[in-house]
């Protein structure tokens, strides 16, 4: 049968949307509280919804019972402090799953090419319904940062690099696009980032707001570009190295055993 997808995702994997031309302040995205939470980078997570309403990040289907990335509970205590923020993740009335505010630390390019992953945002997801995409609402003004999505994590032959000023708003397919941010500047970066059900409400949304699947390209010095590509690979051989040699003195311990 299959998921129901975006057309407007088809192309490229993500869409840009018209800026969010309204100040929230930045209380929404401050006051409220975080906790560590490893994901690509230097991080900490907020959440305003989660699994069953706690203040933890987990995916869903790591809860008992585990379930998708759907039908996430709000949490008050979080919801309180941020009116604003919550009332734009539930604008486009898809179903929401997880939605937390990432706070990201100042990397480099390279940083940031290392950090490209997938997200497993349709574990447990029954056929049929709904294939989960993700928003990003740009909280901060990081006019020299970036996203870098690419097709596939060690090809630089297809990267798209998103400007993200303060309102910049991207709804991505994060299961099928690898993605980071480069954050370049001083300050923590912070972005709202919601798990939405695809369907006739998010296409509206993304209609509503002229989401288009290119827009102009983040612009990138020839030698940063191929310096940051040698890095991943001398990070990404380092790391095959170490779970190499973890592999052996786990297996020679087993044989001594
Ligand atoms: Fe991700």
Not at 12 to 27: A, S, W
Not at 98 to 126: M, S, V
Not at 211 to 232: F, I, N, R
Request: glycine share 6%; proline share 5%; hydrophobic share 35%.
């Amino acid at each position: 049968m299959g998921y129901i997808k975006s057309a407007a995702l088809e192309e490229t994997g993500f869409v840009v949307l018209d800026p969010y031309d309204r100040e929230i302040d930045p209380k929404e995205w401050l006051d409220i509280e975080y906790v560590d939470w490893k994901s690509s980078g230097d991080t900490r997570f907020a959440p305003l919804a989660s699994a069953f309403g706690e203040i933890e990040c987990n995916g869903f289907w790591n809860h008992t019972p585990p379930r998708t990335d759907k039908d996430g509970v709000w949490i008050p205590s979080q919801v309180e402090k941020a009116p604003t923020l919550t009332e734009r993740a539930q604008e486009p009335g898809a179903n929401v799953g997880r939605c937390r505010i990432i706070e990201l630390q100042p990397n480099t390019y390279a940083d940031c090419l290392y950090n490209l992953h997938q997200d497993d945002n349709n574990r447990l997801n029954p056929d049929g319904t709904g294939w989960v995409v993700r928003g990003f609402f740009n909280l901060t003004d990081d006019k020299d940062s970036f996203f870098v999505l690419r097709e596939n994590r060690t090809d630089p032959s297809v990267e798209y690099r998103i400007a993200l000023p303060a309102g910049a708003q991207l709804i991505i397919d994060t299961q099928r696009l690898w993605h980071a941010a480069t954050h370049r500047g001083d300050e923590p970066r912070y972005c709202l980032i919601t798990s939405w059900e695809s369907g006739s409400e998010l296409d509206a949304y993304i209609a509503k707001y002229n989401g288009k699947p290119t827009t102009d390209y983040v612009e990138v010095a020839q030698d940063e570009l191929e310096a940051g590509q040698a890095e991943q690979a001398r990070r990404d051989a380092a790391r095959a190295a170490y779970y190499a040699a973890k592999g052996k003195a786990a297996v020679q311990a087993m044989s001594e055993a």
